[in-house]
Protein backbone atom coordinates (compact mmCIF):
# COMPACT_ATOMS: atom_id res chain seq x y z
CA UNK A 1 0.00 0.00 0.00
CA UNK A 2 2.61 2.16 0.59
CA UNK A 3 2.94 5.99 1.48
CA UNK A 4 -1.28 6.19 1.20
CA UNK A 5 -1.75 3.73 4.39
CA UNK A 6 -0.67 7.32 6.04
CA UNK A 7 -2.38 10.82 7.20
CA UNK A 8 0.57 13.20 7.31
CA UNK A 9 -0.18 15.26 10.54
CA UNK A 10 2.72 17.30 11.23
CA UNK A 11 6.02 17.89 10.17
CA UNK A 12 8.94 17.22 13.01
CA UNK A 13 12.67 18.58 13.13
CA UNK A 14 14.73 16.64 10.58
CA UNK A 15 17.82 16.20 9.18
CA UNK A 16 19.89 16.62 6.18
CA UNK A 17 19.51 13.34 5.27
CA UNK A 18 15.41 12.15 5.94
CA UNK A 19 12.02 14.53 5.86
CA UNK A 20 10.32 13.38 9.04
CA UNK A 21 6.54 13.41 9.50
CA UNK A 22 4.01 12.71 12.29
CA UNK A 23 1.16 10.67 10.58
CA UNK A 24 -1.58 8.92 11.37
CA UNK A 25 -1.85 5.09 10.43
CA UNK A 26 -5.24 4.65 8.50
CA UNK A 27 -5.26 1.01 9.07
CA UNK A 28 -4.61 0.87 13.12
CA UNK A 29 -5.66 4.81 13.91
CA UNK A 30 -2.42 5.52 16.07
CA UNK A 31 -0.31 8.30 15.20
CA UNK A 32 3.03 6.76 14.30
CA UNK A 33 6.28 8.68 12.52
CA UNK A 34 6.65 8.44 9.26
CA UNK A 35 10.76 9.06 8.15
CA UNK A 36 11.27 9.50 4.01
CA UNK A 37 14.57 10.16 2.59
CA UNK A 38 15.44 13.20 1.51
CA UNK A 39 15.75 13.49 -2.55
CA UNK A 40 18.15 17.16 -3.50
CA UNK A 41 17.34 18.35 -6.56
CA UNK A 42 19.54 18.74 -9.46
CA UNK A 43 21.74 17.10 -12.18
CA UNK A 44 25.20 17.95 -10.64
CA UNK A 45 27.45 15.26 -10.20
CA UNK A 46 27.64 16.59 -6.29
CA UNK A 47 24.00 16.15 -6.17
CA UNK A 48 23.91 13.06 -7.81
CA UNK A 49 26.20 11.78 -5.35
CA UNK A 50 24.99 12.99 -2.45
CA UNK A 51 21.76 11.16 -3.13
CA UNK A 52 22.99 7.75 -4.00
CA UNK A 53 24.80 8.14 -0.30
CA UNK A 54 21.40 9.14 1.07
CA UNK A 55 19.82 6.02 -0.24
CA UNK A 56 22.59 3.34 0.73
CA UNK A 57 22.38 4.77 4.17
CA UNK A 58 18.48 4.53 4.28
CA UNK A 59 18.58 1.03 3.03
CA UNK A 60 21.09 -0.41 5.49
CA UNK A 61 19.11 1.49 8.29
CA UNK A 62 15.97 -0.31 7.76
CA UNK A 63 18.21 -3.90 7.38
CA UNK A 64 19.22 -2.84 10.44
CA UNK A 65 16.31 -2.46 11.91
CA UNK A 66 14.81 -5.75 11.00
CA UNK A 67 17.02 -7.39 13.13
CA UNK A 68 16.47 -5.48 16.40
CA UNK A 69 14.04 -6.62 19.15
CA UNK A 70 14.82 -5.02 22.12
CA UNK A 71 12.07 -3.35 24.26
CA UNK A 72 14.30 -0.10 24.57
CA UNK A 73 15.00 0.34 20.95
CA UNK A 74 12.09 2.03 18.73
CA UNK A 75 10.85 -0.65 16.72
CA UNK A 76 10.28 -0.90 12.80
CA UNK A 77 6.91 -0.72 11.81
CA UNK A 78 6.54 -0.47 7.88
CA UNK A 79 9.13 0.15 5.54
CA UNK A 80 9.17 0.26 1.69
CA UNK A 81 9.58 2.26 -1.27
CA UNK A 82 6.89 4.61 -2.37
CA UNK A 83 5.87 7.86 -4.87
CA UNK A 84 6.66 11.30 -3.22
CA UNK A 85 7.05 14.78 -4.18
CA UNK A 86 8.03 12.91 -8.09
CA UNK A 87 10.33 10.99 -6.91
CA UNK A 88 10.42 6.87 -5.73
CA UNK A 89 12.06 7.26 -2.48
CA UNK A 90 12.73 4.38 0.67
CA UNK A 91 10.56 5.51 3.96
CA UNK A 92 10.25 3.76 7.04
CA UNK A 93 7.95 3.80 10.01
CA UNK A 94 8.34 3.66 14.15
CA UNK A 95 6.16 4.77 16.33
CA UNK A 96 5.67 8.07 18.12
CA UNK A 97 6.95 9.10 21.33
CA UNK A 98 5.55 12.61 22.40
CA UNK A 99 7.61 13.92 24.56
CA UNK A 100 10.40 13.83 22.23
CA UNK A 101 14.70 13.61 21.67
CA UNK A 102 16.54 13.85 25.17
CA UNK A 103 18.49 16.87 23.30
CA UNK A 104 14.96 18.88 23.63
CA UNK A 105 14.22 17.54 27.63
CA UNK A 106 17.78 19.68 28.15
CA UNK A 107 16.88 22.40 26.79
CA UNK A 108 13.91 22.80 29.11
CA UNK A 109 14.79 20.96 32.04
CA UNK A 110 18.96 20.34 32.05
CA UNK A 111 19.60 17.32 34.12
CA UNK A 112 22.47 18.77 35.13
CA UNK A 113 20.23 20.95 37.31
CA UNK A 114 17.14 18.93 37.87
CA UNK A 115 18.55 15.15 38.19
CA UNK A 116 20.46 13.60 40.45
CA UNK A 117 23.46 11.65 39.93
CA UNK A 118 21.66 8.37 40.58
CA UNK A 119 19.15 9.86 37.72
CA UNK A 120 21.71 10.64 35.68
CA UNK A 121 23.76 6.91 36.16
CA UNK A 122 20.15 5.00 35.57
CA UNK A 123 19.95 6.97 32.02
CA UNK A 124 23.35 6.05 30.89
CA UNK A 125 22.76 2.07 32.39
CA UNK A 126 19.64 2.17 30.48
CA UNK A 127 22.20 3.76 27.00
CA UNK A 128 24.37 1.01 27.76
CA UNK A 129 21.92 -1.86 27.77
CA UNK A 130 20.65 -0.99 24.72
CA UNK A 131 24.24 -0.45 23.05
CA UNK A 132 25.34 -3.66 24.58
CA UNK A 133 22.00 -5.41 22.22
CA UNK A 134 23.92 -4.03 19.52
CA UNK A 135 27.22 -5.01 20.27
CA UNK A 136 26.51 -8.72 20.72
CA UNK A 137 24.22 -9.20 18.06
CA UNK A 138 25.46 -11.25 15.33
CA UNK A 139 26.81 -9.52 12.91
CA UNK A 140 27.87 -6.81 15.56
CA UNK A 141 26.40 -3.56 14.78
CA UNK A 142 27.74 -0.09 15.60
CA UNK A 143 25.20 2.80 16.17
CA UNK A 144 28.45 5.28 15.21
CA UNK A 145 26.23 8.27 16.45
CA UNK A 146 25.07 8.16 20.43
CA UNK A 147 24.31 11.47 20.91
CA UNK A 148 20.91 12.92 23.44
CA UNK A 149 19.59 13.81 20.23
CA UNK A 150 19.50 9.88 19.19
CA UNK A 151 17.47 9.06 22.54
CA UNK A 152 13.61 10.03 23.20
CA UNK A 153 12.72 9.76 26.53
CA UNK A 154 9.43 9.01 28.47
CA UNK A 155 9.30 11.14 31.87
CA UNK A 156 9.31 8.84 35.13
CA UNK A 157 10.82 11.05 37.38
CA UNK A 158 10.87 8.56 40.53
CA UNK A 159 14.24 8.80 42.90
CA UNK A 160 16.09 6.56 40.84
CA UNK A 161 14.90 7.53 37.36
CA UNK A 162 14.00 10.39 35.58
CA UNK A 163 13.33 9.03 32.53
CA UNK A 164 12.68 5.92 30.14
CA UNK A 165 14.94 5.99 26.77
CA UNK A 166 14.66 4.79 23.46
CA UNK A 167 17.22 4.30 21.30
CA UNK A 168 16.67 5.28 17.63
CA UNK A 169 18.37 6.39 14.51
CA UNK A 170 20.21 4.56 12.51
CA UNK A 171 20.67 6.39 9.65
CA UNK A 172 24.76 5.85 9.75
CA UNK A 173 24.85 2.51 11.88
CA UNK A 174 26.96 -0.50 10.39
CA UNK A 175 27.41 -4.11 10.51
CA UNK A 176 30.80 -4.95 11.83
CA UNK A 177 32.56 -7.74 10.00
CA UNK A 178 36.10 -7.58 11.33
CA UNK A 179 38.11 -6.53 14.16
CA UNK A 180 37.53 -2.92 13.27
CA UNK A 181 35.22 -2.21 10.45
CA UNK A 182 36.64 0.17 7.78
CA UNK A 183 34.75 2.91 6.34
CA UNK A 184 34.41 4.64 2.92
CA UNK A 185 33.78 8.24 5.08
CA UNK A 186 34.25 10.05 8.00
CA UNK A 187 29.98 10.00 9.43
CA UNK A 188 29.18 11.16 12.97
CA UNK A 189 28.20 14.15 15.11
CA UNK A 190 31.82 16.14 15.88
CA UNK A 191 31.26 16.75 19.72
CA UNK A 192 30.98 12.75 20.00
CA UNK A 193 33.24 11.30 17.55
CA UNK A 194 35.84 9.32 18.77
CA UNK A 195 39.57 9.13 17.78
CA UNK A 196 39.26 5.37 15.61
CA UNK A 197 36.19 7.01 14.22
CA UNK A 198 37.92 9.98 12.07
CA UNK A 199 40.21 7.93 11.11
CA UNK A 200 37.57 5.96 9.33
CA UNK A 201 37.34 2.72 11.71
CA UNK A 202 34.86 2.02 14.20
CA UNK A 203 34.42 -0.58 16.72
CA UNK A 204 31.85 -0.76 19.96
CA UNK A 205 34.91 1.01 21.79
CA UNK A 206 33.82 3.97 19.41
CA UNK A 207 29.86 3.63 20.81
CA UNK A 208 31.67 3.63 24.41
CA UNK A 209 33.84 6.75 23.65
CA UNK A 210 30.55 8.69 22.75
CA UNK A 211 28.16 7.47 25.49
CA UNK A 212 30.61 8.85 27.86
CA UNK A 213 30.68 12.40 26.42
CA UNK A 214 27.04 11.76 26.97
CA UNK A 215 27.37 11.06 30.36
CA UNK A 216 29.43 14.21 31.43
CA UNK A 217 27.12 16.26 29.43
CA UNK A 218 23.90 15.17 31.64
CA UNK A 219 26.48 15.66 35.05
CA UNK A 220 27.73 19.11 34.20
CA UNK A 221 26.30 20.59 31.21
CA UNK A 222 30.12 20.59 29.60
CA UNK A 223 31.74 18.96 26.79
CA UNK A 224 34.78 17.24 28.06
CA UNK A 225 36.58 18.00 24.64
CA UNK A 226 35.67 21.48 22.32
CA UNK A 227 34.81 20.52 19.20
CA UNK A 228 32.24 22.50 17.71
CA UNK A 229 32.96 22.48 14.21
CA UNK A 230 34.67 20.24 11.70
CA UNK A 231 37.85 22.28 12.03
CA UNK A 232 38.68 21.33 15.87
CA UNK A 233 37.63 17.78 14.86
CA UNK A 234 41.64 16.75 15.28
CA UNK A 235 41.29 18.17 19.03
CA UNK A 236 38.88 14.16 19.77
CA UNK A 237 43.09 12.89 18.81
CA UNK A 238 45.11 15.17 20.83
CA UNK A 239 43.58 17.13 23.43
CA UNK A 240 43.45 15.71 26.65
CA UNK A 241 39.37 15.64 28.29
CA UNK A 242 38.76 17.65 30.88
CA UNK A 243 37.76 15.64 33.86
CA UNK A 244 33.58 16.51 35.36
CA UNK A 245 34.10 17.32 38.58
CA UNK A 246 36.47 20.47 36.84
CA UNK A 247 34.00 21.13 34.80
CA UNK A 248 31.02 21.09 37.60
CA UNK A 249 32.85 21.82 40.86
CA UNK A 250 29.64 23.36 42.40
CA UNK A 251 28.22 20.19 41.02
CA UNK A 252 30.20 17.42 42.71
CA UNK A 253 33.76 16.20 43.74
CA UNK A 254 34.80 12.70 42.63
CA UNK A 255 37.75 10.95 41.74
CA UNK A 256 36.76 7.90 40.88
CA UNK A 257 33.64 8.93 38.83
CA UNK A 258 36.82 11.20 37.07
CA UNK A 259 38.89 8.04 36.49
CA UNK A 260 35.84 6.05 34.68
CA UNK A 261 34.94 8.99 32.18
CA UNK A 262 38.37 9.37 31.75
CA UNK A 263 39.07 6.07 31.06
CA UNK A 264 36.05 5.48 28.28
CA UNK A 265 37.21 8.76 27.26
CA UNK A 266 40.95 6.82 25.93
CA UNK A 267 42.42 7.83 22.77
CA UNK A 268 43.01 4.25 22.04
CA UNK A 269 40.04 1.75 22.15
CA UNK A 270 41.58 -1.10 23.85
CA UNK A 271 42.71 1.33 26.83
CA UNK A 272 38.67 2.15 27.69
CA UNK A 273 36.89 -0.31 29.21
CA UNK A 274 36.40 -4.37 27.86
CA UNK A 275 32.82 -3.09 27.13
CA UNK A 276 30.15 0.18 26.87
CA UNK A 277 27.73 -1.86 29.59
CA UNK A 278 31.26 -2.66 31.84
CA UNK A 279 32.02 1.32 31.67
CA UNK A 280 27.80 2.14 32.73
CA UNK A 281 28.24 0.08 35.68
CA UNK A 282 31.26 1.30 36.93
CA UNK A 283 29.68 4.94 36.49
CA UNK A 284 27.13 3.61 38.31
CA UNK A 285 28.97 2.02 41.36
CA UNK A 286 30.99 4.82 41.43
CA UNK A 287 27.75 7.39 41.81
CA UNK A 288 26.28 5.14 44.49
CA UNK A 289 29.68 5.09 45.94
CA UNK A 290 29.58 8.69 45.99
CA UNK A 291 27.37 8.77 49.19
CA UNK A 292 23.36 8.73 49.18
CA UNK A 293 23.51 12.45 50.69
CA UNK A 294 25.23 13.67 47.90
CA UNK A 295 23.40 12.21 44.83
CA UNK A 296 20.38 15.04 44.64
CA UNK A 297 20.28 17.80 42.55
CA UNK A 298 21.72 20.52 43.28
CA UNK A 299 20.19 24.43 42.44
CA UNK A 300 22.60 26.01 41.15
CA UNK A 301 21.46 30.33 41.10
CA UNK A 302 23.70 30.52 37.56
CA UNK A 303 22.79 27.48 35.57
CA UNK A 304 25.91 25.63 34.01
CA UNK A 305 25.36 26.09 29.98
CA UNK A 306 27.22 23.87 27.29
CA UNK A 307 30.17 26.03 25.20
CA UNK A 308 28.56 25.42 21.96
CA UNK A 309 24.53 24.47 21.27
CA UNK A 310 23.16 21.16 20.52
CA UNK A 311 23.02 20.17 17.10
CA UNK A 312 19.32 20.43 16.46
CA UNK A 313 18.17 18.47 13.62
CA UNK A 314 16.06 20.69 12.06
CA UNK A 315 15.93 22.03 8.26
CA UNK A 316 15.08 26.14 9.14
CA UNK A 317 19.03 25.79 11.55
CA UNK A 318 21.61 27.73 9.32
CA UNK A 319 24.23 24.55 8.20
CA UNK A 320 27.37 26.61 9.07
CA UNK A 321 25.89 26.15 12.83
CA UNK A 322 25.26 22.62 12.69
CA UNK A 323 27.22 20.18 14.35
CA UNK A 324 25.65 17.14 12.65
CA UNK A 325 27.37 16.10 9.61
CA UNK A 326 24.79 13.52 8.40
CA UNK A 327 26.21 13.62 4.82
CA UNK A 328 30.49 12.48 4.44
CA UNK A 329 33.42 14.21 3.94
CA UNK A 330 33.20 14.12 0.41
CA UNK A 331 36.15 11.88 -1.06
CA UNK A 332 39.33 13.07 -3.58
CA UNK A 333 37.88 13.52 -7.21
CA UNK A 334 39.58 10.53 -9.27
CA UNK A 335 42.42 11.32 -11.52
CA UNK A 336 43.00 9.79 -14.27
CA UNK A 337 46.18 7.52 -14.73
CA UNK A 338 46.06 7.94 -18.24
CA UNK A 339 47.85 10.93 -19.37
CA UNK A 340 46.41 11.21 -22.91
CA UNK A 341 43.18 11.58 -21.85
CA UNK A 342 44.17 14.50 -19.39
CA UNK A 343 41.99 17.46 -19.74
CA UNK A 344 39.96 15.85 -22.38
CA UNK A 345 36.21 15.41 -22.46
CA UNK A 346 34.29 12.15 -22.48
CA UNK A 347 32.53 12.24 -25.78
CA UNK A 348 29.37 9.94 -26.21
CA UNK A 349 26.92 9.06 -28.42
CA UNK A 350 23.61 8.00 -27.95
CA UNK A 351 23.19 4.03 -28.89
CA UNK A 352 19.69 3.22 -31.31
CA UNK A 353 18.60 -0.20 -29.92
CA UNK A 354 14.54 -1.14 -30.24
CA UNK A 355 12.14 -0.73 -27.73
CA UNK A 356 12.14 -0.66 -24.94
CA UNK A 357 9.36 -2.71 -23.25
CA UNK A 358 8.36 -1.81 -19.65
CA UNK A 359 7.26 -3.82 -16.92
CA UNK A 360 5.63 -1.84 -13.99
CA UNK A 361 6.88 -3.58 -10.39
CA UNK A 362 5.22 -3.12 -7.06
CA UNK A 363 8.21 -1.81 -5.35
CA UNK A 364 11.81 -0.41 -5.88
CA UNK A 365 13.87 -2.52 -7.26
CA UNK A 366 17.51 -3.81 -6.45
CA UNK A 367 18.88 -5.87 -8.86
CA UNK A 368 18.34 -8.07 -11.27
CA UNK A 369 19.42 -11.17 -12.63
CA UNK A 370 19.18 -13.34 -15.83
CA UNK A 371 18.58 -17.19 -16.48
CA UNK A 372 21.57 -18.80 -18.17
CA UNK A 373 19.60 -19.58 -20.82
CA UNK A 374 17.91 -15.83 -20.71
CA UNK A 375 14.74 -17.62 -20.75
CA UNK A 376 13.74 -15.49 -17.43
CA UNK A 377 14.68 -12.23 -15.48
CA UNK A 378 14.67 -13.01 -11.91
CA UNK A 379 13.52 -9.38 -10.07
CA UNK A 380 15.23 -9.31 -6.44
CA UNK A 381 12.99 -6.36 -5.08
CA UNK A 382 13.29 -4.62 -1.66
CA UNK A 383 10.63 -6.47 0.44
CA UNK A 384 10.08 -9.14 -2.49
CA UNK A 385 11.37 -11.80 -5.42
CA UNK A 386 9.65 -12.13 -8.44
CA UNK A 387 10.38 -13.78 -12.01
CA UNK A 388 9.66 -12.20 -14.86
CA UNK A 389 9.04 -14.14 -18.19
CA UNK A 390 9.64 -12.35 -21.43
CA UNK A 391 7.33 -14.89 -23.15
CA UNK A 392 4.52 -14.27 -21.79
CA UNK A 393 5.05 -11.34 -19.94
CA UNK A 394 3.85 -12.46 -16.83
CA UNK A 395 5.36 -11.70 -13.16
CA UNK A 396 5.86 -14.85 -10.83
CA UNK A 397 6.31 -14.63 -6.67
CA UNK A 398 8.97 -16.42 -5.30
CA UNK A 399 7.69 -17.36 -2.25
CA UNK A 400 10.23 -19.05 -0.51
CA UNK A 401 10.40 -18.38 3.64
CA UNK A 402 13.31 -15.25 3.50
CA UNK A 403 11.68 -14.01 0.48
CA UNK A 404 10.53 -10.82 2.12
CA UNK A 405 14.36 -10.16 3.43
CA UNK A 406 15.95 -11.42 0.14
CA UNK A 407 19.42 -9.84 0.12
CA UNK A 408 20.41 -11.25 -2.81
CA UNK A 409 19.80 -14.45 -5.33
CA UNK A 410 20.80 -16.31 -8.07
CA UNK A 411 20.05 -19.06 -10.45
CA UNK A 412 21.09 -23.03 -10.58
CA UNK A 413 22.68 -23.82 -14.49
CA UNK A 414 19.31 -25.42 -15.51
CA UNK A 415 17.62 -22.36 -15.25
CA UNK A 416 14.83 -24.47 -12.80
CA UNK A 417 16.17 -23.25 -9.21
CA UNK A 418 16.60 -20.21 -7.46
CA UNK A 419 18.77 -19.61 -4.65
CA UNK A 420 17.39 -17.13 -2.33
CA UNK A 421 19.81 -15.35 0.63
CA UNK A 422 18.23 -13.52 3.14
CA UNK A 423 17.48 -13.46 7.39
CA UNK A 424 20.26 -16.08 7.88
CA UNK A 425 19.36 -18.44 5.22
CA UNK A 426 19.83 -19.76 2.11
CA UNK A 427 16.64 -21.92 0.62
CA UNK A 428 15.98 -23.37 -2.73
CA UNK A 429 12.99 -22.36 -5.02
CA UNK A 430 11.92 -24.86 -7.71
CA UNK A 431 10.73 -22.68 -10.47
CA UNK A 432 8.60 -25.02 -12.33
CA UNK A 433 6.77 -26.41 -9.76
CA UNK A 434 6.65 -23.52 -7.38
CA UNK A 435 7.85 -24.41 -3.94
CA UNK A 436 10.80 -25.01 -1.88
CA UNK A 437 13.13 -27.71 -1.73
CA UNK A 438 14.30 -29.63 1.26
CA UNK A 439 17.89 -28.17 0.92
CA UNK A 440 18.63 -24.90 3.78
CA UNK A 441 22.44 -23.65 3.87
CA UNK A 442 22.30 -21.63 7.19
CA UNK A 443 24.35 -18.49 7.10
CA UNK A 444 26.25 -16.51 10.29
CA UNK A 445 24.88 -12.91 8.83
CA UNK A 446 21.54 -12.12 7.77
CA UNK A 447 22.12 -9.87 4.88
CA UNK A 448 23.98 -11.90 2.19
CA UNK A 449 25.84 -9.70 -0.56
CA UNK A 450 28.38 -12.38 -2.50
CA UNK A 451 26.27 -15.39 -4.18
CA UNK A 452 27.01 -16.72 -7.63
CA UNK A 453 26.27 -20.83 -9.09
CA UNK A 454 28.36 -22.34 -11.49
CA UNK A 455 27.62 -23.97 -14.55
CA UNK A 456 29.58 -27.25 -12.76
CA UNK A 457 26.36 -27.08 -9.56
CA UNK A 458 28.93 -25.22 -7.43
CA UNK A 459 26.93 -22.33 -5.55
CA UNK A 460 29.97 -20.45 -3.64
CA UNK A 461 28.91 -17.58 -1.19
CA UNK A 462 30.87 -15.12 0.76
CA UNK A 463 30.48 -15.18 4.38
CA UNK A 464 32.79 -12.59 6.37
CA UNK A 465 36.61 -14.19 6.02
CA UNK A 466 35.35 -17.41 4.33
CA UNK A 467 34.09 -18.11 0.66
CA UNK A 468 32.35 -21.49 0.67
CA UNK A 469 31.61 -23.58 -2.03
CA UNK A 470 28.82 -26.19 -1.79
CA UNK A 471 28.22 -28.64 -5.01
CA UNK A 472 24.84 -28.44 -5.42
CA UNK A 473 23.13 -31.91 -7.20
CA UNK A 474 20.06 -32.66 -8.03
CA UNK A 475 20.12 -35.18 -5.48
CA UNK A 476 21.47 -32.79 -2.75
CA UNK A 477 18.81 -30.46 -3.15
CA UNK A 478 15.98 -33.06 -1.64
CA UNK A 479 18.18 -33.51 1.29
CA UNK A 480 17.50 -31.41 4.20
CA UNK A 481 21.23 -31.03 4.50
CA UNK A 482 24.01 -29.83 2.76
CA UNK A 483 27.66 -31.79 2.35
CA UNK A 484 30.69 -29.85 3.88
CA UNK A 485 31.78 -27.25 1.00
CA UNK A 486 35.10 -26.25 0.53
CA UNK A 487 36.28 -22.98 1.64
CA UNK A 488 38.67 -20.49 0.66
CA UNK A 489 39.97 -17.62 3.38
CA UNK A 490 39.87 -14.14 2.16
CA UNK A 491 41.98 -12.89 4.92
CA UNK A 492 40.95 -9.13 5.56
CA UNK A 493 39.15 -9.08 1.99
CA UNK A 494 35.28 -8.41 3.02
CA UNK A 495 32.37 -8.50 0.28
CA UNK A 496 30.17 -5.50 0.51
CA UNK A 497 28.59 -5.33 -2.37
CA UNK A 498 26.12 -7.14 -5.02
CA UNK A 499 27.76 -8.57 -8.14
CA UNK A 500 31.36 -9.01 -6.76
CA UNK A 501 31.80 -12.54 -5.88
CA UNK A 502 31.45 -14.22 -9.99
CA UNK A 503 32.39 -17.69 -11.11
CA UNK A 504 34.02 -17.74 -14.85
CA UNK A 505 31.97 -18.79 -17.45
CA UNK A 506 33.92 -22.47 -17.37
CA UNK A 507 33.22 -22.78 -13.87
CA UNK A 508 36.92 -23.01 -13.01
CA UNK A 509 37.46 -19.85 -12.44
CA UNK A 510 35.88 -17.59 -9.19
CA UNK A 511 36.95 -13.87 -9.11
CA UNK A 512 36.09 -11.66 -5.88
CA UNK A 513 36.27 -7.76 -5.36
CA UNK A 514 36.51 -6.29 -2.07
CA UNK A 515 35.62 -3.02 0.05
CA UNK A 516 39.00 -2.14 0.46
CA UNK A 517 39.41 -2.78 -3.02
CA UNK A 518 41.39 -5.59 -3.47
CA UNK A 519 40.30 -7.88 -6.93
CA UNK A 520 41.72 -11.57 -6.23
CA UNK A 521 40.79 -14.91 -8.73
CA UNK A 522 41.16 -18.82 -7.50
CA UNK A 523 41.45 -21.74 -10.06
CA UNK A 524 39.07 -24.00 -8.37
CA UNK A 525 39.52 -27.67 -8.15
CA UNK A 526 43.37 -26.58 -9.96
CA UNK A 527 46.95 -26.41 -8.13
CA UNK A 528 47.10 -22.78 -9.63
CA UNK A 529 48.33 -20.21 -6.86
CA UNK A 530 45.31 -17.50 -6.69
CA UNK A 531 45.81 -14.60 -9.35
CA UNK A 532 46.25 -11.04 -7.43
CA UNK A 533 44.28 -9.18 -9.97
CA UNK A 534 44.44 -5.95 -8.34
CA UNK A 535 44.51 -3.90 -4.94
CA UNK A 536 43.11 -0.86 -6.41
CA UNK A 537 42.49 1.10 -2.87
CA UNK A 538 38.72 1.74 -4.11
CA UNK A 539 35.93 -0.37 -3.09
CA UNK A 540 34.83 -2.88 -6.03
CA UNK A 541 31.57 -2.07 -7.04
CA UNK A 542 30.90 -4.59 -9.43
CA UNK A 543 32.51 -7.15 -11.67
CA UNK A 544 31.96 -9.04 -14.44
CA UNK A 545 33.75 -12.18 -16.80
CA UNK A 546 33.25 -11.78 -20.25
CA UNK A 547 31.06 -14.54 -22.32
CA UNK A 548 34.27 -16.68 -23.74
CA UNK A 549 35.79 -16.37 -19.95
CA UNK A 550 39.22 -14.40 -21.63
CA UNK A 551 38.34 -11.05 -19.65
CA UNK A 552 37.61 -9.96 -16.06
CA UNK A 553 36.41 -6.61 -15.87
CA UNK A 554 36.06 -4.28 -12.48
CA UNK A 555 34.34 -0.90 -11.66
CA UNK A 556 35.94 0.66 -8.35
CA UNK A 557 34.52 3.75 -6.53
CA UNK A 558 36.92 6.14 -8.11
CA UNK A 559 35.11 6.26 -11.41
CA UNK A 560 37.18 3.71 -13.18
CA UNK A 561 36.20 0.48 -15.26
CA UNK A 562 39.54 -1.75 -15.84
CA UNK A 563 39.87 -4.78 -17.89
CA UNK A 564 42.48 -7.67 -17.53
CA UNK A 565 43.00 -10.89 -20.18
CA UNK A 566 42.20 -13.75 -17.80
CA UNK A 567 45.07 -15.80 -19.32
CA UNK A 568 47.86 -13.16 -19.67
CA UNK A 569 46.81 -11.30 -16.54
CA UNK A 570 47.85 -7.99 -19.06
CA UNK A 571 45.57 -5.08 -18.67
CA UNK A 572 43.62 -4.43 -21.66
CA UNK A 573 41.88 -1.30 -20.95
CA UNK A 574 41.66 1.63 -18.22
CA UNK A 575 38.65 3.74 -18.21
CA UNK A 576 38.95 6.37 -15.68
CA UNK A 577 37.28 9.57 -14.75
CA UNK A 578 33.28 8.08 -15.64
CA UNK A 579 30.25 10.62 -15.70
CA UNK A 580 29.28 8.89 -12.51
CA UNK A 581 29.96 6.38 -9.91
CA UNK A 582 29.34 2.93 -11.18
CA UNK A 583 26.91 0.74 -9.64
CA UNK A 584 26.73 -1.89 -11.64
CA UNK A 585 28.45 -3.76 -14.71
CA UNK A 586 27.02 -5.84 -17.45
CA UNK A 587 28.35 -7.62 -20.90
CA UNK A 588 26.50 -8.43 -24.12
CA UNK A 589 26.97 -11.17 -26.17
CA UNK A 590 29.12 -9.27 -28.41
CA UNK A 591 30.87 -7.97 -25.64
CA UNK A 592 29.34 -4.28 -24.96
CA UNK A 593 30.41 -3.48 -21.70
CA UNK A 594 27.47 -1.12 -20.03
CA UNK A 595 27.96 1.09 -17.27
CA UNK A 596 24.81 1.50 -14.53
CA UNK A 597 25.20 4.26 -12.48
CA UNK A 598 22.93 7.34 -10.77
CA UNK A 599 22.90 9.37 -14.09
CA UNK A 600 19.71 8.77 -15.99
CA UNK A 601 21.94 7.02 -18.44
CA UNK A 602 23.92 3.88 -18.97
CA UNK A 603 27.33 4.41 -20.72
CA UNK A 604 28.77 1.57 -22.97
CA UNK A 605 31.29 0.67 -25.22
CA UNK A 606 33.80 -2.40 -26.01
CA UNK A 607 36.73 -3.48 -24.46
CA UNK A 608 39.01 -1.72 -26.95
CA UNK A 609 37.82 1.13 -26.77
CA UNK A 610 40.05 3.99 -25.70
CA UNK A 611 37.02 5.15 -23.59
CA UNK A 612 33.25 4.43 -23.82
CA UNK A 613 31.63 5.69 -26.76
CA UNK A 614 27.97 5.32 -26.31
CA UNK A 615 25.14 6.33 -24.19
CA UNK A 616 21.15 4.69 -23.60
CA UNK A 617 18.61 5.96 -21.17
CA UNK A 618 18.27 4.09 -17.96
CA UNK A 619 19.82 3.79 -14.43
CA UNK A 620 21.04 2.09 -11.15
CA UNK A 621 20.57 -1.54 -13.27
CA UNK A 622 22.15 -2.57 -16.03
CA UNK A 623 22.05 -6.52 -17.39
CA UNK A 624 22.20 -8.44 -20.67
CA UNK A 625 20.66 -11.75 -21.55
CA UNK A 626 23.50 -14.22 -21.80
CA UNK A 627 21.90 -15.50 -25.07
CA UNK A 628 20.61 -12.71 -26.15
CA UNK A 629 21.23 -8.91 -27.52
CA UNK A 630 18.84 -7.96 -24.18
CA UNK A 631 19.20 -5.12 -21.92
CA UNK A 632 17.00 -4.93 -18.10
CA UNK A 633 17.81 -1.77 -17.19
CA UNK A 634 15.22 0.95 -15.03
CA UNK A 635 13.44 3.55 -16.39
CA UNK A 636 15.62 6.98 -16.36
CA UNK A 637 12.22 8.52 -14.98
CA UNK A 638 10.73 6.05 -12.60
CA UNK A 639 12.40 3.66 -10.61
CA UNK A 640 9.70 1.17 -10.13
CA UNK A 641 9.58 0.46 -14.02
CA UNK A 642 11.85 -1.98 -15.14
CA UNK A 643 12.77 -1.60 -19.01
CA UNK A 644 14.39 -3.92 -21.74
CA UNK A 645 15.89 -2.81 -25.03
CA UNK A 646 16.50 -5.32 -27.82
CA UNK A 647 19.52 -4.69 -30.14
CA UNK A 648 18.65 -5.79 -33.39
CA UNK A 649 20.95 -9.19 -34.37
CA UNK A 650 21.67 -7.97 -37.51
CA UNK A 651 23.09 -4.38 -36.18
CA UNK A 652 26.73 -3.36 -37.24
CA UNK A 653 29.01 -3.22 -33.75
Known amino acids: MGLERYLFKKKLPSGHMSEVWLAVDRERNKEVVVKLMKVHEGEHEDVIWRNQKTEERFEREITILRTLRHVQILPLLDSGYSAYNGHVIPYLVSPYIPEGSLASLMSLRPPWRYWSLRQVGDAIMQAAACLQYLHNSDPQIIHEDIKPGNFLYRSVNTPERAVYLYLFDFGISRFKHQTFAMTSEVVGTFAFMAPEQIAQQVDAATDQYALAIMACLLLTGEFPIYVPDQQHLEAHRYEQPR ?67 LPRDSTDIDERHILDEPLPIRPARAISLDAQHQGEALVLHPLLLQGPERISLPMRLKTVCW ?37 TACWSPDNRIVAVAGDHKIYFWDIERGLTLPLTLQLSISTLQGMDWSVRDQLAIWVEDTVRIYQLSEARLQQSRPATPQTISTGTLRCDNLGTLRWSPDGLSLAAGSSHGEVICWSVGGKQSPWQVASTGQKVQSLIWSPDGSLLIVATKDKRVSGWHTHTHASIFNWARLPALPRMLSISPRERITIASNDKQLVLGFPQDSTPTATLPGQLIAAWSPTENRLATLDERNANTLIIWTEESDKTV
Do not use: H
Open 371 to 407: SPAGSALLCILYGSLSVYLPVSGQLQPVTTVNAGRVS
Open 243 to 309: PPSLLAPQRFQSERIDQIILQALEKRPEKRFPSVLEFARAFQQAIDAYGEEQTEPVRLAITPTPRFL
